[in-house]
């Protein structure tokens, strides 16, 4: 009869969740790199597990279905560039330092965003992502700014939300000739500026 202990179940169940992370971050990054050759369309089930070397059977194991694949794939992007809080962040300062970050990180991977922008899906993708960004905003503008009224607040978050936003960046890529460190501060300022406006009680009236 041996004597030998039994192998700890503590670090088994840390290395089969530190496979499965290696494992998820593999098949999204496939989806970039075929997001980047033939855009949305070519994102498959099928696809995907041939360029990750995986099954499709381990496609679905990590995501239900297509869409929460490519959901999961937007945040991941996002993520990807600026950091885990970059759809939520925490305090002003950090919301000011993921935009410039988030902007000029975006250059680097023009394809993949525009491949996300360009179609109806992705459209319906980055709303889910979008209201999310709105309502914490909206949140932490109530913590920021305690006397602002409802309707001024939400308008305010709205407005952030849509500045800061990947569309924007979008915009001032293709109309001002900015690339992405200038169009992040921009739109930074303006944040900054919104904001500033805000706190002295100067926001524009209805």
């Not at 088994?12 to 496979?19: A, D, I, M, N, Y």
């Not at 679905?60 to 885990?84: I, K, N, P, S, V």
């Not at 607040?153 to 924007?168: D, F, H, Q, T, Y």
Request: proline share 5%; net charge neutral.
């Amino acid at each position: 009869m041996s004597d030998s202990p039994p192998p700890a179940r503590g670090y088994s169940s840390k290395l089969r969740t530190r496979q499965k992370e290696q494992t998820g971050e593999l098949i999204l990054s496939s989806v970039a790199a075929l997001l980047n050759r033939g855009g949305l369309a070519a994102v498959t089930i099928a696809a995907v597990a041939q360029q990750a070397e995986v099954t499709e059977r381990t496609i679905y194991r990590h995501f239900a279905t297509r869409e929460d694949l490519l959901g999961a794939f937007w945040q991941w992007q996002l993520q990807q560039a600026a950091g885990e809080n970059v759809t939520a962040p925490p305090t002003l300062e950090a919301l000011l330092a993921t935009i410039p970050r988030l902007f000029a990180s975006l250059d680097a991977n023009e394809g993949v965003v525009r491949a996300m922008l360009s179609s109806p899906e992705g459209r319906a993708l980055r709303l889910a992502t979008n209201r999310g960004r709105v309502a914490h905003m909206n949140g932490f503008l109530a913590g920021l700014l305690p006397g602002l009224d409802a309707a001024a607040r939400e308008n305010l978050a709205a407005g952030i939300v849509v500045v800061s936003s990947v569309m924007s960046w979008m915009f001032m890529r293709d109309h001002c000739g900015f690339d992405g460190p200038r169009a992040g501060a921009a739109a930074a300022d303006a944040v900054r500026g919104m904001i500033a406006a805000a706190q002295a009680g100067t926001l524009p009236k209805d």
